[in-house]
T-cell receptor, first 115, second 114 residues
Framework: AQSVTQLGSHVSVSEGALVLLRCNYS??????LFWYVQYPNQGLQLLLK????ATLVKGINGFEAEFKKSETSFHLTKPSAHMSDAAEYFC?????????????WGAGTKLIIKP | DAGVIQSPRHEVTEMGQEVTLRCKPI?????LFWYRQTMMRGLELLIY????????DSGMPEDRFSAKMPNASFSTLKIQPSEPRDSAVYFC????????????FGPGTRLTVL
């Protein structure tokens, strides 16, 4: 069975500091991995995804994530936090169960930016 | 493409009333998902459809909840009767059925049951 664990329900960083949001997954097959962002009072939108190929994936708004198979991780980073990055971030792994596709979601991490 | 469309965006109703939430997926997508999001329980998958057929409804909390997808461009989530604990944001999402396909989310319906 596939699963996703996000470490830390809340992460607080100062504006201009490095953002690191952690995601670990378990999967019996090569995974497809996603990061979504949810701004206040909005739906979820795709930030970036890993399917195959380059393990360092670049997304929107300066975010990137690195797929590390040996560590079963897909951590999200941004070199310098902006106030506008305050949002909730969800990690997900694509699952194929009973001949159907769905995403298995982490619990989410709220990113708080301190001025 | 207009993206996933949900209506209404906000719904306030009284306990015991019937509530119907609507969703129009992105054209060409063969999967449709209904989620519920609350502070206490986070994001929960309620039910999903493949080619208009319900595949897994194990996330539907009670028999008061029902969902239908009469055609490829429309789905409803109905709560009858509604209760205050149903207050939440309900999201609809759609995707293509292929490895690595992302889900596209609608803006959500914020439901308040008084």
């Amino acid at each position: 069975a596939q699963s996703v664990t996000q470490l830390g329900s809340h992460v607080s960083v100062s504006e201009g500091a490095l953002v690191l949001l952690r995601c670990n997954y378990s999967s019996s097959v090569p995974p497809y991995l996603f990061w979504y962002v949810q701004y206040p009072n909005q739906g979820l939108q795709l930030l970036l995804k890993y399917t195959t190929g380059a393990t360092l994936v670049k997304g929107i708004n300066g975010f990137e994530a690195e797929f590390k198979k040996s560590e079963t991780s897909f951590h999200l980073t941004k070199p310098s936090a902006h106030m506008s990055d305050a949002a909730e971030y969800f990690c997900a792994v694509s699952g194929f169960m009973d001949s159907n596709y769905q995403l298995i979601w982490g619990a989410g991490t709220k990113l708080i930016i301190k001025p | 493409d207009a993206g996933v469309i949900q209506s209404p965006r906000h719904e306030v109703t009284e306990m015991g009333q019937e509530v119907t939430l609507r969703c129009k997926p992105i054209s060409g997508h063969d999967y449709l998902f209904w989620y519920r999001q609350t502070m206490m329980r986070g994001l929960e998958l309620l039910i999903y459809f493949n080619n208009n057929v319900p595949i897994d409804d194990s996330g539907m909390p009670e028999d008061r909840f029902s969902a239908k997808m009469p055609n490829a461009s429309f789905s409803t989530l109905k709560i009858q009767p509604s209760e205050p604990r149903d207050s939440a944001v309900y999201f609809c999402a759609s995707s293509r059925g292929r490895p690595g396909a992302e889900q596209f989310f609608g803006p959500g319906t914020r439901l308040t049951v008084l």
